[in-house]
């Protein structure tokens, strides 16, 4: 072995704790993964944890618990003795109270509710259009499967009194026959009762529908005049006659309301079975036993705390008492003066739905020969006991419902406290049963209470007040919100149940095993004794199993056979009888207690609903509650699927689901964002206004948070959720408001962020531009009104916006290229040309005027005399107009007149002016908003000098033709684009050749003077300027004005036009207006220097002073504004210069058209470019403010002015001066000392200008051919894209 392998081993079994040193930092990371997956396993255990006060929707539970037991082994197999004779028995009567069970769910979920819903969701006066009769035809089936409903119930009654008539028939000591001597099958009687019961309580629906009535006549109408022509109609008139036999079987077994009569009227007698049913007095003892029992049960419960559903059971054993009548004639006046007098405890039953059933209506109608035992008051009183009972129960309804909420209230908590372990097991078993039974008697004694109220005001007429029904809502919340209690505890119920069903099981055995001893003990033999113990024993053997209905049936007809002779005890029989009352209660409680909280009455009262919700939104107070509501609203839908006169049952639920959700809209959501966006407006604006005093401590504010913390609420497949309903209301008002009022943006921010921080509401930002308009001001509606608008708006030259002169807003409108790009987008690119068409409309009107001004001839005759004077006074001048006879020209011109608002002849003259140049500055706009618009568009082109043919492409890959024609009009659309981008249209140079001719034409040689008629305008602008700027401070902003460059840029077009820069310049007008202004202002100096000791006289020198530099800075201002204007006219070219360039252009683009549109660019781009050549030529300065320097004489008027140098024309009068008389002079003597322009070498602007095209197009050439240098090409790209962008016409561009 070697050494380096012994190291390795020894080095292996080294322990340096390294292993528990992992295994401990994997310890640590697992626990704080374990301890980080708790809390978070506690954070959705709380999120999902319910609380007392919240609501639950039993649709969003995904998995519902049932505990209701369903019996699996048929009668014959649960009634199993040696003692068969009571085998049988107990076999029939059994199958007949499960027959009647059965009879009873169907009638409660198909037929009540086809029959009730019958014509709800049809439009009101429809019937004259043949709905009536389509409706009644969807009905028949379901009518004639109610007419064999019926007549199984007859069947089934006649049946179980024969049964009954049989056992109960005197005859004793038979081995065929069961001694029921002392045994009184009460079950059955009560179910006999029962089924009784639906026979009256289907008299009651069909006979209480008067739609249902009226359409029957309606369809029976239209069955008539078919039979009279059957072959109109498709038919024979044989195979109409089973039809119209059938329709006879209906109204006979139906419509006539004798469904109940029918059944107690009928042969219960049967010969050919020895059925002697109504002579058997056995019988009609038996029945008169039972049925003074069940009163003696049934009548005193009604109405108490502990009342479950004794009321219903008192309908049915009001029509077993009128079976006993009609069967044995017998005349118990005592009897019948009980059930009389039943009304004292409740006048009126509820059936089903909103049907009220009476019983003395009942008693009246079904034994009119009884009412003869009555006496007049009894009679009497009985029609103001419902009125009376009415009142009483409204009045005593605040204090009931008190009552009810503390009892509600403690069983509450006593359902949250008791499933605690704080006993023995047999305790808390014994508790949580009286708990569960005080939950169901509570939810009973609710529904009663609010059922009677409302249907009992339904039937008398009689409008519920908003106190009222407030109260009868607080009812239905208390009823759903115990039954969210049960539903809550759900599964604790589920646990205990078992076990309290078993504990309860036990004790029965215990009480039927102290029986079945004494049974035994006794060693005589007899018959009764052997019945008696077989009953014990299958009342055992029922018990052994599961709490089925079919066992309690056994259990409960088995006893009744079980307490003679004796065997139970009087205290163990009723301890007996209340166990397995309390068996049955908690074996079936989901059931009974879906059926105590059932509120599908609520459709039938859903006119209460707007008004709950609108006292909800007054008070403001636990507004959660409005779930319970919605809850109870829910339990409405269930019966609306059963209804059978429409098509689709979905359509009823819809238009009911509808309705709610609009009155809750109306009456809460809708009242809450107005009281939210109030609330938000006052909050906002209580600074600048004098609202009213909104301390809460002094002045009670209504809390609207609540209303935003409820939970969304599902209702029938969609959610109500307030918060988001008033989020959505409160965007669209803000976006909608600030869309017609701009200038309050701000103010819906702030209340975006007060509803966010007070609320908690999250709004969306409308993201509409903050005080600007998009396209609130459409191109269209400039361009169709250009007139209005060049006299409304004012230009400003460096921003290229317009800006609104006045408005009756708190804000000015304003316009750049922003709106107008995104009018050209919105209406396509050849709206610039149209609206370049209107704008040379205008200007030909206007033009039109500006020639007729001119031509007046007080105003050509001063402006003859002015330049006279100037022309022959120019050396005393210095150069320079006079601003003493520009002055005078302004003042003296109101001699002339003034209009009713104050204005000259000359102002008149600026304005128009001013309009011409808006008109001009619009067009400008106009072409920028273009090219903002093409370059937006064209930025997806990754390369325009080099674009691919998608049709030649398409073409190469053979695709379908359909495809290469949609590529042939993408190429046309790219190539379109391309070229108004790197080409554009000038405007301003179209302009000016169209109106150029005209001007210089000699036939408007009046127009050759306007040159002189600037100075005095620019004084008058000056003026006005001031004035309007001045207001701006003022509370009256009247006429107030920041900028106004449309003056400028009219008058620099119309200099254009007629050709008179030179002339203009030759003015020296601003440098004679600097040396005045700076002449007064020495002046002001040396007179304040000598009144220092004055404090007044240096008052005014210092406000003489500050008024003289703001005029020498708008004169300042205009100057600049009027330099920067003519650049867009290309005023460094004279009109002979213009001409020649444009034939050298002509020339050119005959040899090489390409070489034409390469210069195109270069051409328009010198002009831009002759500011920063300037800079660069030695002895030459940027434009500078005019100086007071002396200018250059003026040229002879004769003759014309000639080009200026480039150098000079750009810059002000005073740039190139010199001490030795001014630089224009020195630079002209030296062109001629060097023997003119042929021998100096000088050129022409235009070529020029042409010969720097060529070599920069050969330079661009000769370097990109050689192989494609990478940088060449980027710099031919990027000046290509800076051409596109700066437009086609440099000079011409913003």
């Known amino acids: 072995m070697s050494r380096s392998t012994v190291l390795d081993q020894e080095f292996g079994q080294f322990d340096d704790d390294s292993l528990r040193i992992v295994a401990e930092a994997q310890l640590r990371n697992y626990g704080s993964f374990m301890e980080e997956y708790a809390s978070q396993l506690r954070d959705i255990e709380d999120a999902l944890d319910d609380r007392v006060a919240e609501t639950w929707d039993f649709t969003l539970d995904p998995i519902a618990l049932q505990c209701i037991p369903y019996e699996q082994t048929s009668l014959l197999s649960l009634i199993c003795t040696d003692n068969k004779v009571f085998n049988k028995v107990i076999t029939v009567l059994s199958a007949l109270c499960c027959e009647i069970n059965t009879l009873k769910y169907e009638a409660e979920t198909k037929f009540y509710p086809a029959v009730l819903f019958y014509g709800e969701g049809v439009k009101a006066g429809s019937d004259s259009d043949g709905d009536a009769q389509i409706l009644m035809g969807r009905m028949i089936s379901t009518l004639q499967e109610l007419y064999c409903f ?10 179980t009194v024969q049964q009954l008539s049989a056992l109960h028939c005197g005859v004793k000591n038979s081995s065929s026959m069961l001694d029921v001597t002392q045994v009184h099958f009460l079950p059955m009687f009560e179910h006999l009762a029962e089924l009784l019961k639906i026979l009256i309580t289907l008299d009651e629906v069909i006979g209480g529908h008067t739609i249902l009535k009226e359409h029957w006549t309606l369809y029976k109408r239209m069955l008539k005049s078919v039979h009279h022509n059957p072959t109109k109609f498709g038919f024979t008139e044989e195979s109409l006659k089973p ?29 050919s079975r020895g059925a002697h049913v109504s002579k058997n007095s056995t019988l009609a003892e038996e029945m008169a036993h039972v049925i003074k029992t069940l009163f003696s049960f049934i009548e005193p419960m009604i109405g108490e705390p502990t009342e479950t559903d004794q009321r219903f059971k008192f309908v049915g054993l009001c029509g077993l008492y009128v079976l006993y009548i009609r069967l044995y004639q017998t005349s118990d006046k005592k009897l019948f003066r009980q059930f009389w007098d039943s009304f004292r405890r409740v006048p009126g039953i509820q059936l089903t739905g909103n049907v009220m059933w009476f019983p003395n209506q009942f008693l009246t109608k079904m034994l009119p020969k009884m009412m003869n035992t009555l006496d007049r008051k009894a009679k009497l009183i009985v029609s103001s006991a419902k009125t009376q009972w009415l009142n009483t129960r409204t009045v005593n309804l605040l204090k009931d419902a008190q009552t009810m909420k503390a009892r509600a209230n403690v069983w509450m908590i006593q359902m949250e406290s008791h499933f605690q372990s704080s006993g023995t097991v047999l305790e808390n078993l014994d508790k949580r049963c009286l708990l569960f039974r005080q939950g169901l008697f509570i939810a009973r004694s609710i529904n009663h209470m609010v059922t009677s109220i409302m249907n009992m005001h339904m039937y008398e007429n009689r409008a519920m007040t908003k106190s009222l029904v407030i109260q009868l809502c607080g009812l239905i919340e208390l009823l759903k919100a115990v039954q969210m209690t049960f539903h809550r505890r759900t599964m604790l119920i589920a646990q205990s149940v078992n076990h309290i069903a078993q504990r309860l099981s036990f004790l029965a055995l ?32 029922a018990l052994n199993g599961p709490n089925t209905k079919e066992r309690k049936l056994i259990i409960d007809l088995a006893l009744c056979m079980a307490t003679r002779m004796r065997s139970f005890k009087e205290d163990e029989l009723s301890q007996l009888s209340a166990i397995l009352k309390r068996l049955s209660d908690i074996s079936c409680l989901q059931e009974v207690l879906r059926s105590a909280c059932d509120t599908s009455f609520l459709y039938w009262h859903r006119v209460i609903f707007p008004t709950y919700v609108a006292n909800l939104f007054e008070n403001a107070v636990d507004v959660y509650k409005i779930k319970y509501m919605f809850s109870a609203l829910q339990d409405c ?25 609009a009155d809750f809209h109306q009456s809460l959501v809708e009242p809450l964002c107005t009281a939210i966006e109030t609330e938000l407006r006052l909050d906002i604006h209580h600074h600048e206004y004098q609202l009213d005093n909104r301390n809460p401590f002094s002045v009670g504010l209504k809390d609207l948070t609540v209303f935003l913390k409820i939970k969304p609420i599902k209702f029938y497949g969609r959610f109500l959720d307030i918060k988001a309903a008033v989020e959505r209301y409160l965007d669209t008002t803000f976006y909608n408001l600030t869309t017609v009022a701009l200038h309050d943006w701000k103010k819906y921010s702030e209340m975006r962020h007060v509803a966010t921080q007070k609320y908690g509401l999250q709004l969306t930002e409308s993201h509409l531009p903050s005080q600007t308009l998009e396209q609130g001001l459409d191109v269209l509606e400039i361009m169709r009104n250009i007139q209005v608008f060049v006299s409304k708006y004012s230009y400003n030259l460096n921003n290229q916006i317009f800006v609104e002169r006045t408005s009756n807003n708190k804000h000015l409108n304003t316009i750049n290229i922003r709106h107008v790009a995104n009018s050209i987008r919105t209406h396509g690119t050849g709206i610039m040309n149209t609206t370049v068409n209107f704008t040379f409309q205008f200007l030909k009107q206007k033009f039109f005027i500006f020639s007729q001004f001119l031509f007046d001839e007080h105003i050509k005759s001063k402006l003859i005399k002015d330049w006279r004077f100037f022309r022959e006074n120019h050396a005393e001048t210095d150069q320079k107009y006079p601003y003493d006879r520009a002055d005078k020209f302004n003042k003296g011109i109101r001699k002339l007149g003034v209009s009713a608002d104050g204005l000259s002849y000359l102002d008149r003259f600026r304005m128009l002016i001013t309009e011409i140049g808006n008109a001009m500055g619009y067009i400008r706009m106009i072409r ?12 997806f082109i990754p390369d325009l000098d080099d674009i691919i043919s998608f049709e030649e492409c398409c073409r190469d890959e053979s695709l379908p033709s359909e495809t290469e024609s949609s590529a042939r009009t993408l190429d046309r659309v790219v190539e379109s684009m391309v070229k108004n981008f790197s080409e554009g249209t000038e405007y301003f140079k ?28 620019t004084v008058n602008f000056v003026e006005n300027s001031i004035s309007c700027k001045e207001k701006m401070n003022k509370k009256n902003k009247q006429d107030a004005l920041f900028t106004d460059d449309g003056f400028a840029m009219g008058v620099a077009y119309i200099l254009k036009l007629l050709d008179q820069y030179n002339e203009f310049d030759s003015l020296h007008w601003f440098q004679s207006v600097l040396t005045r202004y700076k002449g007064d202002k020495e002046a002001a100096r040396k007179q304040a220097a000598r009144g220092s000791s004055d404090e007044k006289l240096s008052q005014t020198m210092s406000l003489t002073t500050k008024r003289l530099d703001t005029y020498q ?16 006219f290309r005023a460094d070219q004279t009109a002979e210069e213009e001409k020649d360039e444009t034939k050298a252009k002509a020339e050119e683009g005959a040899s090489d058209t390409g070489a034409t549109q390469g210069a195109t660019g270069a051409t328009q781009g010198a002009t831009a470019a002759v500011a920063s050549v300037q800079s660069e030529v030695p002895g030459v300065a940027p434009p500078p403010p005019p100086s007071d320097g002396p200018p250059p004489p003026p040229p002879p008027p004769s003759a014309p002015a000639p080009p200026p140098p480039p150098a000079t024309q750009s810059a002000p009068p005073a740039a190139a001066a010199s001490e030795d008389g001014g630089g224009r002079n020195s630079l002209l003597a030296a062109i001629r000392n060097a023997g003119g322009a042929g021998k100096a070498g000088l050129k022409k602007s235009s070529e020029r200008k042409v010969q720097q095209k060529k070599k920069k197009k050969e330079t661009s050439s000769g370097s990109g051919g ?23 016409g440099g000079a011409g561009n913003s």
């Open 150 to 159: 019926v007549t199984r119930c007859y069947d089934v009654a006649k049946n």
């Open 637 to 661: 839908f269930l019966p609306l699927m059963s209804t059978r006169h429409v098509d689709d049952h979905t359509e009823l639920l819809d238009k009911f689901n509808e309705e709610i959700c």
């Open 928 to 939: 920028s908003g273009g090219l903002h618009c093409c370059s937006s568009a064209i930025r």
């Open 1113 to 1128: 800075q708008e004169f300042n201002l205009l100057y600049y504004s009027l330099r920067s204007a003519r650049i867009f």
């Open 1266 to 1288: 050689g192989g494609g240098d990478l940088m060449s090409d980027l710099a031919s790209m990027l000046t290509m894209r800076r051409r596109g962008i700066a437009g086609s």
């Open 510 to 541: 215990v009480s039927l095993g102290a029986a079945k001893k004494r049974i035994v003990s006794d060693k005589r033999y007899s018959d009764k004794r052997l019945d008696v113990l077989s009953a014990i024993v299958l009342a055992e053997t």
């Open 990 to 1017: 179209m302009l000016v050749n169209v109106f150029a001719p005209e001007f210089r034409d000699q036939k408007h040689i009046h127009l050759k003077n306007f040159f002189m008629i600037i100075p005095p305008l």
């Open 243 to 271: 039809f119209e036999r059938l329709i006879l079987q209906l109204e006979m077994a139906l419509f006539e309301g004798n469904i109940f009569s029918n059944c107690v009227d009928g042969r219960f007698d049967d010969m």
